[in-house]
Structures are given as C-alpha cells and as structure tokens.
C-alpha cells in the first residue's frame, strides 16, 4: 500500500511518497523529577530500583567541587555500595566508555548514577548498554541500533543543558575515526532524570551561554524537523520561549533562581522535544566541528545557528516566523518572510551580546586545518543523517559553504 505524508499544518508544501507510513514514536524517561532539589531524591530513586552497588559516572570539575562526594556519602550512608569512575571528559570518546565498562563490570555493579553535563551524562547512557550488549560499540552508531535494554540509569544534570537527561540519544567519539558518533535508540533512555537546577547555580557565563544556546537550538531544531509532531511541538515552543525569557539574565546574574530555573527546565522541554523530534542540519554540522577541533558542543552549535537558519527559512517560513514570535523578535502584524529575516538578526544579536565568537574566534580552530578538514566535516555531517531532518536539505558544497560563512 502507498500512502502519502505530509508535513504538519504551517509548513512548507514538501510532501514525500513512502511504501510504509512508519507512525511517530514518543519516548521519554520513567520518571522525571524536577525542581529545587529534586536530587535530593536520589537514595529514595536507588532503592526502587534495587541497586546495591553503584557506579558513578563523572569529571573531575564534579569531584573537586565537592559534589560527587557529597552525593557518594548520601548513596554510602543508606548502605549502597558506590564506585566512582570520574575520567569522563568533556564529549566523552569510546575508550572513556570502555574503561567505565570494565570497572562495572569488574566491581559487579547493577546500577548507574551519571552526576554532570552532557558528557557523563551520555558516557553512562552508553556504558549502561554497552555493559549488557558486550561489543562492538560504534554497532550502536545511528538510530535505532542498541539490541536490549540496559542496565538501570539515574541521572543528574549539571548544566542547563543538553537536555541528555531526557533523551534517548548518546553521543560518543569515535577515536580511530575522529567521527561524533550519534546513538539515538529507546534503550539509551535513563530510567529516573533527577532535574534541579540549584545544581546550575555555579556555571561560569561562558557554559551558561554556551548551553544555553545548544537549549535554544534543540528548541528550534524540533520545531521545524520534517520529523516534528504535534506533542513535540508544544514542548519545543515552549522551551523557545523560556530561552528568550531567561537565557540573558541566567548568564549576566549567575545566582538568580529563576533564571536557572527557567533555564533548566527549558533545557529538559527542549530534550524531550528533539529526541523525539531529531534536530537537524546544525546538529549535523555541528559535530564534526567538535570532532576536529574539540570546540565544545554549545559552542559550535551557536556559531553555526544563525547561517544555517538564514539558509533554511525557504523551507519552513510558517515556522521560522512562529519561533520569532515566541521570541519575542517580531510581531504578529510581520508577515512570515519579515519575522523570518527578524529571526537571523536576533540569533546572530543574541550571539554577540553572549559574547559568542565566530568559528575562527573560538579556541583550537585554526584556518589551515579548517581548509583541509571542511569537505570532509560537510561528507560526515551528511552521513550523520540530521541535516536530513532539516526544512531543506542541503548539498556537500552547501554545508562548506555554511561553514566559510560560520567562520
Ligand atoms: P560537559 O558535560 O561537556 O561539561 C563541560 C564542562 O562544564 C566540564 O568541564 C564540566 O565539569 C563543567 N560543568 C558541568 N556542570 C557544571 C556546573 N554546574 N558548574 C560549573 N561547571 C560545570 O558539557 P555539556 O554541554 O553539558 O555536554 C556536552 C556533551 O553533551 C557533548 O558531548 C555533546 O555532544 C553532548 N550532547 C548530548 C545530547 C544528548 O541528547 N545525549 C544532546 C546535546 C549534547
């Protein structure tokens, strides 16, 4: 049978023809718990789930801060044995995630706590599947690959965020290929998200930046993916929205709660939108750029926002220009093409006023070496599958071509 499928009200006339209409899947955590101090429910969270030897998974900022140990003593206090494997480093590679697994598996752990940003966050997501799959790791690569489910996974964010905490997508380097590699499969979902943005509270202003715009681009990104559905679009919306609201007062005044409380939980709608939703063309871009260069994550994501969303307005102008509204950067009296122009300006403006670089501003990318690796980025951000997410789907030549404008 033949069926045809549009995309959602408000877009562009795309309309593709498949053999077999494959209905949208929702995934999201068995619970999440959100608030000021909702990692205060941990131990209880443990103990549902049986654990009685814990592998923590974490960094070194979260050791010298006193936070790993301050969660240790409360999981050792109620009896839990807790390992800790704190050598996550940020955009975590696949010998990190081997190493954590032979130290579960050696300490015959049945349970897992991720205590950091994005990047212990998805080291635990793939050491809790890698742990009952066995090798190889990079099989997991693309969507849909992880055979069974893994072993139990709590978490607890640091940054506000990736969102990872509610998403079924890990992503981990590929040392012998210097390739990001996307895991994104229901099996990779935490099974408790502890979310408490009081744990934000001592991001410097370039993370919160940082983050913060990796937040909004997931918002984004959802709202206008060929995969977009109606139950990711109130979520991404709404994570669009409290961005605008409190991105800029969260970095300038790094203590006010509301603002890391808006924030956070932007960040944890902006996940449950994207993973549900896929982001697209500056995702796809963004991780060869970390790759190579080691840029972090937020970082190129940002840099990247503003050319690839002035490339994709002819694709979703309905939705572009409803983002621009929720944004507050144009009026319900501007016509699409206008709210959409309005769009760019007011990225690239947020940008600046972040203190955001260009690509050729941001630490370790050097002309030389960008020469030499961008058609090479542009082929693994293709093969990567997002930018086929994207309202228009761009060429190789394009995307080194958004890449010069990036720089
Ligand atoms: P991160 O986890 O790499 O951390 C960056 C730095 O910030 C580290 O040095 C860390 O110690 C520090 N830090 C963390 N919390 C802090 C706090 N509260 N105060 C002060 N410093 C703190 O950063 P991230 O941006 O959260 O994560 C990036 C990773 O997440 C990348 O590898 C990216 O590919 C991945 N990611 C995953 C998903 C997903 O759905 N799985 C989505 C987006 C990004």
Redesign the pocket.
Known sequence: MRATCGRRDGDATTTTTTTTPVPPQFNLPAAVIIGGGASRELVPELQRLAARRVLLVT????VS?GLAGRFSAAMEAAGLVVITFADVQ???TDETVRAATRLFTAERCDAIVAL???????AA?AVAVLAVNGEPLDRFQGYHQVPRGGVPLVVI???A????EV?K???ITDTARDV?MMMLDRHLLPTVALVDYE??L???AP?TA??GV?TLT?GIEAFVSRKATPLTDVLAIDCIRLVAAHLERAWREPGNREAREGMMRAATLG?MAF?NASVALVHGMS?PI?AVFHV???LSNAVLLPAVTRFSLRGAAGRYATVARAMGLAIAADGDDTAGEKLVTGLAELNRRLEVPTLAGCRGVDRGRFDAWKEKMADDALASGSPQNNPVVPTTAQIVALYEEAW
Do not use: E, Q
């Not at 960094?59 to 979260?62: A, L, V, Y």
């Open positions: 960094d070194g900022f979260m801060s940020p955009d975590p950091g940003g994005g990047s212990p966050i998805d997501k964010p640091t940054t965020g990736t969102g990872s998403t997508v890990a992503v990001k744990l934000t001592s991001m410097p993370l940082h983050v990796d997931h996940g993973a991780r970390g972090p994550h937020g």
